[in-house]
Each structure stands twice: as C-alpha cells, then as structure tokens.
C-alpha cells in the first residue's frame, strides 16, 4: 500500500457507500416499476374488455403506452447507470487498497456516454410529467362541462411546462443546471396541484348540492360516499409525493434520499393514470370519465329507512354543452317476514339496478 493511499476500513467504507445506495435505489425503483408494470397490463385489459371503437379509450390506451415505455427506459438506464457507478467504485477500491494491481485506465469516450445517460434519466421521465397532467386536467375539464374559461390557467401552465422542458435542457448543456433542474421539478408540480384543486372544488360543489338536495334531518348514507373523494385524494397524494421529489432535489437531506425520489417519481407519474383506470374500472370511484363519448352512467345505493327505498342516479354526460344529471326515484317497498327478508330486498335492488 503506497503512502498517500488510504487505511483499508476507510477505503472500503468510501467505496462501498455509494454502492449500498445504488443498489437501495435500483431496489425501490425495481418495486414501483413492477406495481406499474403490473398497473399498465391490467388497465390494458380493462380498456380492451370496453373496446377501442371509442376515441377516448384508445387515445387513453396510447397514452399509458407511452408512458409505460418512458418508464421502461428509464429502469433499463437506472440499470446501465448503477452497473457504471459500481465499476467506478470498486475501480477506486482497488487502486486504493492494491497498489500490484493494475488499474484500468478511464475512457474518455466512457465518460461522455454515461454523462449523456444521465442527461436522459433526468429529462426523459419528463414526458411522463406531461402526459399525466395532461390526462388529470382532461379529467378536469370533462367534470368541469368542458369550461374553456375555467381551464385556461391550468391549460396555460401545462403549456408552459411542455415548453419549458425543452428550455431546461438546452439551460443543462449551456451549465445553468440549477435553473434547470427548478422548471423540470416545481412546474409539473404546480399544474398537478391546480388541476387537483379544480376537482376538489368541484367535487365539494357536487357534495353540497347533494346534501343541501336530500336535507340532513335524514342523514342518507351513500354508499359510495366513502370513495366520492378517491380521486381528489390520490391527486394530493401523488403532489405530496411530488413536493417530496422537490424537497429532495434542492435541500441538504441524504443522498440516498434523494436517489430514492429521483428513482421512484418516474414510476409513479407513468402509473398515476393506469391506477386511475383500474379503479374506475372496478368502479372503486363515483365519477367513471374514461368510457365513450356518448356518456358513462354510475349508479350508487342511497340507503334511507324503508319503506321506500330512494334511488340515486349521477349521469357524467362526456358530451359538450350537457351537465350533469342527478335523478332521484324510490323503489317499490319490498315486504319482509323474517330475518332471510334482507335476501329478498338484495335481490330486488339487484333486479331493479342498485348495485
């Protein structure tokens, strides 16, 4: 050991390090791409049971595809990227520790090309930010009757976004990657929590016309109240997850920290939408707008003390210059003379509709 070299422990602890990180990193990275993966075929097969006869289905479809495909080649770089990183470190640990042993000189062409993949890492999962706003301000759009008026802002800043995209690699290569890395990171974010905060408002806005409609001396108990919110929430959890991602980029946390979000948003922008699907699919969710343009109706239960059974009926018209429809009717009373009366009511609601 020669004696400007290092003492062993230390040695191997500094080169050691940054692998540990990588392979915690490519780990998680591992697990949401396969949730995404595994999201993306089933809302391939859900779309395909509906059909692509619709536009919207498969302008949908094509989407996820391309998003899923990002998503793949960022994993297979993250793959290239720590296979490098962990060359480089062993190469250190052993110029450090083995002094006999010969060191492989560096390529500079080497360099260049995994500089260039990182430079695709950063930007590439930055057609995911796009798309996937651009789906929730469609979302938007739609449960706002298509109000051109409301969605300027929200429109004007998804723009901006895609422009600015391209404006911060070219900031990259000129050497402002501060700047860069501040319009890639914050103005997806931004768009999400407007486009988010627009159905927020709106489903607050549907929730009070409901009340306000059945009164509260009843108290109704709307089965699907539960998961009216779903996808108000998983918007806010998906911007929370992204205010995380910007706290990592440009505070003084961990660097494992940071490898983990920088890792991981990708996967979970490219599965943001598929999750959607599923769920509207499985009708997890009361507003279903990924079906045809001729309209998606969902039907919750409305459970009151009988008789009568009340029936609510929400109809999301995907037709432009049609609000949506609220009918409320009541079910013939069902008579009961015992305990097993509960299966006969089930099968009534189930004849007449209410599921």
């Known amino acids: 050991m020669s004696s400007d070299s290092l003492p062993l422990s230390i040695a191997i602890f500094v080169a050691l390090s940054p692998v540990q990180e990588d392979i915690i990193s490519l780990a998680f990275e591992t697990g949401f791409y396969s949730l995404c993966a595994a999201f993306f075929a089933l809302s391939t097969y859900l779309l395909a049971c509906k059909g692509f006869n619709s536009r919207t289905n498969l302008t949908l479809w094509l989407v996820t595809v391309i998003m899923f495909l990002v998503s793949t080649c960022h994993y297979a770089l993250s793959w290239v990227t720590a296979y490098s990183d962990v060359l480089s470190d062993l190469q250190f640990l052993v110029d450090e520790v083995l002094d006999s042993y010969p060191s492989i000189p560096d390529n500079p062409d080497d360099s260049v090309v995994f500089q260039r993949v990182s430079e695709v890492q950063i930007y590439l999962p930055i057609i995911n930010y796009i798309l996937s706003d651009a789906v929730l301000l469609w979302r938007a759009w739609v449960l706002w009757d298509r109000n051109i008026k409301v969605m300027i802002v929200p429109a004007l800043m998804w723009f901006i976004t895609a422009v600015a995209a391209f404006v911060s690699v070219g900031l990259l290569r000129m050497g402002y990657a501060t700047i860069s890395a501040i319009i890639a990171s914050t103005l997806p974010l931004v768009t999400n929590i407007v486009a988010t905060s627009l159905i927020a408002f709106k489903a607050w806005k549907y929730s009070r016309s409901i009340k306000a409609f059945l009164g509260n001396s009843s108290a109704p108990k709307i089965r699907a109240g539960a998961v009216l919110a779903l996808l108000v929430e998983s918007g806010f959890l998906y911007c929370a997850i992204w205010i995380a991602y910007v706290i990592s980029r440009f505070s003084s946390v961990g660097p494992l920290f940071k490898d983990i979000m920088q890792a991981i948003i990708v996967q979970i922008s490219g599965s943001y939408p598929t999750v959607v699907i599923v769920l509207v699919a ?60 509960c299966k006969e009511i089930a099968g009534a609601r189930e004849e007449s509709g209410i599921v």
């Open 282 to 341: 499985l009708q997890k969710t009361a507003w279903d707008m990924t079906a045809s343009i001729e309209g998606v109706q969902s039907v919750f239960q409305v459970a009151t003390r009988p008789p009568p059974a009340i029936r609510f009926s929400l109809s999301m018209n995907d037709q432009p210059n049609h609000s949506p429809i609220v009918q409320i009717g009541f079910n013939p009373p069902v008579t009961t003379h015992d305990d097993d009366g």
